[in-house]
């Protein structure tokens, strides 16, 4: 069979950017079929860092920063141009996309098709686009998501927005005032805590009893209390019911409250970008609106692989990304390589961070016996760093084997997503609980919390230890009394 590419990359995604570039670094022939790549992700970035500096300088007092004034002594309070805001999001969007431009990507030898395509199967496998048939030995679907609108009576009627058009619709017009958002994903909450410092009212509406159901209990409630904190009215066990017009406001029934509002964001989850494909011809199989494949990434034809949101799961692009890697060289090579999800951490964008990495307590304590699992925690506020900067919410929790393993970790607080990385490192690399311990961080920094709360594993160790625990008792009184 003669083919025309090694690989095709079907979408436009940062993840079939990124193999796409991949592949051509290993000197492979590609081509990505390009549908428009969505850069609504980073207006939502750009802005949590407005809200976030704006929330600082309405902090400025506490750190004895006053704005003086020449003509009254009033204090200054803050406020946000919201079109200078969008403005600024709109141009740091402007500079990503160029860096992903067609232009470059095709400066480095991927061959860019604009268009959408479907697989046929006959005479022999191939990929439709533009009245053109591309044929290659291989084919990886990174062809993303679009959110999933769950079915609720009177939504469409009334109207809503999505992760997707949020930002877009807001760029022109004014920014509403009163909020409820559907949806307890990491996006969801982010959005939630950035219309709050833009100065709306917010209402958080979560069908789950925490306001994530994937992170450790502890770290959600000091999550939500956050929140709530800012000025986030956060409904939990809540499932959305019904949602109406009445006389010209949105009205939401979750549960039993009924909240009026100015805008509705539905933010339930993902679905992938699947059905133009024609994947049934090509025997590849989908479950739950998310492609079945194996610890490969291939799906049910061996010769198609998926990385990113088409498999499912949460909308992170290093994961993502992490998928891309091991499918492309499975694609392009031999099929060896495995995915492994057990070192690869994912972090939401709130304030504070949230990350988290391998195991929760709950999960490791179903995996292992009870008494072999140690939970090692540590408060921001004990963190030099933490305290300097007025930032002083969150945790650290390592979850250990009591041989000193690291199993995974849970981190709420500033530079959460950081830390986190040093802790999936450490569990890529073997390295044990008590080598963290003997780490010697800068002082003062934040990664002063992973020394001390690996410290507490030889604590709790030696607590738990009654022999040993006479043995030095007996062996310093021995040294006391020994003459010199």
């Known amino acids: 069979m003669t083919v025309d590419y090694d690989v095709v990359i079907i979408g436009g995604s940062l993840a079939g950017y990124y193999a ?20 609504g992700f980073t207006h939502h970035h750009a802005l949590t860092e407005i809200g976030k500096l704006a929330q600082k300088l309405n902090d400025a007092a506490s750190f004895g920063i006053h704005v003086t004034h020449t003509d009254t002594s009033e204090e200054c309070h803050i406020s946000i141009a919201w079109q200078e805001a969008m403005l600024y999001a709109q141009c740091v969007a402007s500079n990503l996309k160029e860096q992903h431009s067609p232009a470059i990507l095709a ?8 268009g959408s395509g479907q697989f046929q199967s006959s005479p022999q496998l191939a990929f439709a686009v533009n009245n053109r048939l591309l044929r290659a030995r291989t084919y990886l679907l990174a062809s993303g998501s679009r959110p999933e609108i769950p079915d609720i009576e009177g939504l469409q009627a009334t109207g809503y927005l999505t992760l997707s058009n949020i ?8 920014l509403p005032k009163n909020w409820v958002i559907i949806g307890g994903i990491p996006q969801s909450i982010e959005i939630a805590q950035t219309l709050a410092r833009f100065g709306c009212s917010v209402t958080l509406v979560v069908k789950h009893p925490y306001v994530l159901p994937n992170i ?34 949105k009205w ?18 993902q679905q992938p970008n699947l059905e133009s494909l024609n994947l049934a011809t090509v025997n590849v199989k989908w479950h739950r609106r998310s492609l079945v494949v194996n610890d490969k990434l291939q799906t049910t034809n061996h010769r198609i692989y998926a990385c990113g949101d088409v498999i499912g799961g949460y909308d992170f692009a290093n994961i993502a990304n992490y998928e891309a890697k091991i499918a492309l060289n499975n694609a392009l090579f031999f099929p060896r390589l495995q995915v492994d999800y057990r070192f690869i951490p994912w972090a939401m964008f709130s ?36 305290q300097l900067r007025d930032e002083t919410t969150g945790m650290c929790k390592l979850i250990v084997l009591d041989n000193g393993e690291i199993l995974g970790a849970s981190i709420l607080g500033a530079e959460a997503g950081e830390l986190i990385n040093l802790i999936a490192l450490a569990m890529s690399q073997k390295i044990k609980v008590k080598d963290l311990a003997n780490l010697s961080p800068v002082y ?37 009394n020994w003459n010199l």
């Open 20 to 39: 796409a570039l991949a592949a051509t670094q290993l000197r492979a022939t590609v081509a990505l079929v390009e549908p428009k790549v969505d850069y």
């Open 107 to 114: 400066a480095s030898g991927v061959d860019i098709i604009v």
């Open 167 to 174: 930002w877009q619709s807001l760029q022109r017009g004014t």
């Open 216 to 249: 450790d209990p502890e770290i959600a409630i000091l999550l939500q209390a956050q929140l709530e904190v800012e000025g986030v009215r956060v409904l939990t066990d809540k499932p959305v019911t019904q949602v109406r017009l009445i006389e010209d406001k």
């Open 252 to 269: 939401i029934q979750a549960g039993d409250k009924a909240i009026e509002t100015d805008e509705i964001l539905v933010a339930t989850g």
């Open 351 to 386: 304030v504070p961070m949230v990350a988290q990495v391998g195991l929760t307590e709950a999960q490791a304590k179903r995996l292992f016996i009870r008494d072999e699992v140690l939970v090692l925690r540590q408060y921001f506020k004990t963190v030099a760093a933490a």
């Open 444 to 480: 003062p920094s934040f990664s002063e919390i992973l020394e001390q709360a690996a410290r507490e594993w030889s604590k709790q160790r030696l607590n738990s230890n009654i022999a040993l625990q006479e043995f030095l008792e007996g062996f310093f009184h021995f040294r006391r």
